[in-house]
């Protein structure tokens, strides 16, 4: 009960605070007769905006005909999502010489820029530094998307899953904890959740890539022969595909050591 409201107050946030999402609206100044930017790259699903800052009217028309703003008086704008792939040129209507290319990230492309944003970006989501030795970045930061953005693993891997002051179930500013992150040590009732930080020799919950699919596929508790995971939602992350899969366990394999909190640590 206490997570469904939990749930319902973080889609309120989303709803009223667009800046703890993803989803950008760029903004491209028409000034002096250019395009500024006159070339950007964006996140599949993102906006792009032309604010004419021009004292002459102008337009932001795709060459191929996709979108024509109109005549943008001086200090008029115009918006546009692009939710498809790809590279698109554009031009001023009354000015042909004035030209632009919007470049929209594919899925994929977007996923990867947002896994890496989460811990790179500015405010931080997630302030660590991965060690990427050895590592393919592009499946990193997949990872990333995947085990932040989708797989909520640190709700129930990280205690407490917040940093202080960064509760976004309090209204602050979101950020993870960053100390613990995924270091386990939450318990449901009787169970558990594992330090999912890699071991010594760099095994992220000291698990080979072959055991990680194989108990995230059939909840085969790799410490325990015979014994099925509870609580953990692998009946669920076992529908991924291999990619993902192979993915997250790269990304795991790159976070920071940490340590399990103790249990008075970690109500
Ligand atoms: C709803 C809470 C919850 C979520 C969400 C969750 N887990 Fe778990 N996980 C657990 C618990 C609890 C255990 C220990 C279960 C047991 O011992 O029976 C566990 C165990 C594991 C183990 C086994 C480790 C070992 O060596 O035994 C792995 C690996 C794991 N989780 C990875 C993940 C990943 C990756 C995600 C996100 C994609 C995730 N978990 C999300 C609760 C959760």
Same mark, same amino acid.
């Given at each position: ?16 605070? %667009?800046?703890?999402? /993803? ?7 028409? @000034?002096?007769?250019? $395009? ?32 024509? %703003? ?6 008029? %704008? $115009? ?36 896994? @890496? ?11 660590? #530094? ?30 407490? &899953? ?13 950020? /993870?904890?960053?100390? %613990?992150?995924?270091? !386990?040590?939450?318990? $449901? ?13 760099? #095994?992220?919950? !000291? ?5 990680? #699919? ?39 394999? &790159? ?13």
């Amino acid at each position: 009960m206490i997570r469904k409201y939990h749930a319902f107050f973080a889609l309120i946030l989303l709803l009223f605070a %667009s800046n703890l999402s /993803f989803a950008e609206t760029v903004t491209i100044n028409i @000034k002096d007769f250019k $395009f500024q930017p006159d070339n950007k790259t964006i996140n599949l699903g993102d906006s792009v905006k032309w604010l004419n800052q021009d004292s002459f009217p102008h337009t932001s028309t795709a060459n191929n005909n996709l979108w024509d %703003s109109a005549n943008l008086l001086s200090g008029a %704008s $115009f918006t546009r999502i692009f939710d498809k792939a790809g590279k698109f040129i554009y031009h001023c209507h009354i000015h042909p010489g004035m030209t632009g290319t919007v470049i929209v990230r594919t899925a994929e492309q977007t996923q990867i820029k947002i896994g @890496k944003d989460i811990i790179t970006a500015s405010p931080k989501r997630l302030p660590i #530094k991965l060690n990427l030795a050895g590592k393919n970045a592009d499946q990193v930061y997949l990872g990333s998307y995947i085990v932040n953005a989708q797989g909520g693993c640190a709700d129930c891997h990280t205690c407490p &899953s917040y940093a202080a002051g960064h509760d976004p179930y309090k209204g602050e500013s979101k950020q /993870f904890n960053a100390i %613990s992150y995924l270091a !386990g040590g939450k318990a $449901f009732g009787p169970f558990v959740s594992a330090n999912l930080t890699p071991d010594s020799t760099g #095994k992220p919950a !000291g698990v080979t890539l072959a055991e990680f #699919k194989e108990l995230m596929r059939t909840g085969n508790d790799p410490d325990v022969p015979g014994n099925t995971l509870q609580v953990m939602p692998w009946p669920v992350y076992g529908m991924m595909g291999d990619r993902d899969l192979e993915a997250i366990y790269a990304y795991l394999g &790159s976070i920071p050591q940490a340590t399990q909190p103790l249990p008075s640590a970690c109500p």
